[in-house]
């Protein structure tokens, strides 16, 4: 029973099934960080490309935008595998590439979001840019229309007085010695014939005022439809641009005569004009969006933390032998510690006693090579490198059969001590 207990203390038990899951879910989370990287990588890429493409052909736009992409996951992974007193010109030039592929991806797809973000405030100001614009034309139209009849009207009124006053012989005009006679005289009706050719020509100025606002209870029921905050139909807004031409037309024709300025109609937009998408621009710069720029760089943010994630997964496994070839050389260094990052350390240097021995090292030399191009090792510097966290498993799964293996080897007289 004895042996029974120290087997399954010596196999592990349920901590060694349970590092078993954690190592599992461990990988599986980095296996899954594959595909979110790729994703990402593609959908920063398509927002770059769609932003180049505006300004270059559209396929160099293509083969710039997968060598910006490459250059930012490569870059990063790269990144997370080099140390700053390891080799600070591969360290300046890799962190150099990755700015400047950051900031090339990053102003790219901000063109994108921009787009995005600013289309519905794009449609509003436009509405409200044509509704001002037709606004303003209607009001100098009514303005005017409203003086000219008003001054019709005083000129009409003053006639009629006139009038009466012709008629009972008090008109300034009259001459002294004709003043004071009450009837429809020749002074009479000279006054009276102008006013009724007054009056006749005020209805008649009324009735074409009356065209020009039906016209523009059109034109205005047709602004009041671009309140609805989207992009009106083209025949809605080709009814709106027809009524304020229509407007214009009759109101130059038929009441010009009368007025010394005519209201200036703005230049409408078109409707290709009005409703065609935002073009990217580096006027775009000018109207600043926060929301836009952090989107942007928000998605290669993600794609360098997870690609340099990604580094600490080694590129290939080692196999049985190289395991073992490893634990039996690293065994031969004796200067381990734990460094700031918590990780362990060692120097590969030879130490002085083995300077005096002239210790032959090139085995295990040899061994942190082969872990540094696998990705289990990271060099810090020229003498020190650290274990990167899949090394850990491996060296505790080889201290593991080692301990077991000395288990095995106990007298049989120990188990009934």
């Known amino acids: 029973m004895q042996r029974h207990i120290n087997k399954l203390i010596y196999s592990g038990g349920l901590g060694r099934l349970i590092n ?8 599986l989370l980095r296996i899954w960080t594959i595909p979110i990287v790729l994703a990402l990588s593609v959908a920063s890429g398509y927002t770059t490309f769609h932003g180049m493409s505006y300004f270059i052909t559209p396929w160099i736009a293509l083969i710039i935008t997968i060598a910006i ?22 360290y300046v030039s890799v962190l150099l590439s990755l700015l400047i592929a950051l900031a090339a991806s990053i102003s790219f797809s901000y063109f994108k979001f ?46 009629g007085l006139e009038v009466q006053q012709a008629y009972f012989g008090t008109h300034p005009s009259i001459a002294p010695q004709f003043r004071n006679q009450v009837g ?35 034109a205005q029921s047709h602004v009041n439809h ?35 300025h005519l209201p200036e109609l703005p230049r409408l937009m078109t409707y ?14 000018q109207g600043f969006s926060p929301f836009a720029f952090i ?8 794609t360098v933390l997870l690609s340099y994630r990604l580094e600490f997964s080694a590129p290939g496994p080692l196999t049985e032998r190289e395991q073992t070839l ?18 362990l350390e060692l120097v590969i240097e030879k130490t002085e006693l083995e300077r005096a021995r002239r210790y032959l090292d090139w085995p295990r030399m040899f061994a942190v090579g082969l872990l540094l191009s696998r990705g289990f090792l990271r060099k810090i510097d020229g003498k020190t490198v650290e274990f990167a966290p899949n090394l850990y498993p491996l060296i505790a799964e080889k201290m593991m059969d080692r301990l077991q293996v000395l288990a095995n080897k106990k007298p049989e007289g120990d188990d009934h001590g």
Not at 20 to 27: C, K, N, R
Not at 76 to 88: D, F, K, T, V, Y
Not at 127 to 133: M, R, V
Not at 327 to 343: G, M, P, V, Y
């Open 69 to 90: 992409q490459s250059i930012v996951v490569i870059a990063s992974l790269e990144m997370a595998g080099i140390h700053w007193r390891a080799n600070r010109m591969r």
């Open 184 to 218: 429809a005289g020749p002074f009479y009706r000279q006054f009276n014939q102008r006013y009724q050719a007054m009056q006749e020509e005020l209805g008649v100025l009324i009735d074409k005022t009356a065209v020009i606002d039906q016209l523009i209870a059109d």
């Open 20 to 27: 078993i899951l954690q190592t599992l879910f461990v990988s």
């Open 114 to 159: 921009y787009q995005i973000s600013q289309s519905d405030q794009l449609t509003i100001d436009r509405i409200n840019l044509a509704k001002d614009q037709v606004d303003g034309y209607l009001l100098a139209v009514r303005q005017q229309k409203a003086e000219l009849l008003s001054r019709y009207k005083q000129d009409v009124d003053q006639l």
């Open 226 to 260: 671009l309140d609805q905050g989207v992009v009106p139909p083209e025949s809605e807004y080709r009814a709106l641009i027809d009524s304020v031409q229509k407007i214009q037309y009759h109101f130059d024709h038929d009441l010009g005569p009368y007025v010394e």
């Open 272 to 285: 290709a004009e009005f409703a065609q998408d935002i073009k990217p621009s580096f006027a775009m710069w």
């Open 295 to 302: 989107t942007a760089a928000m998605v290669d943010f993600f």
């Open 326 to 343: 490893v634990f039996e050389s690293l065994k031969q260094f004796t200067q381990f510690r734990i460094n700031q990052n918590d990780a």
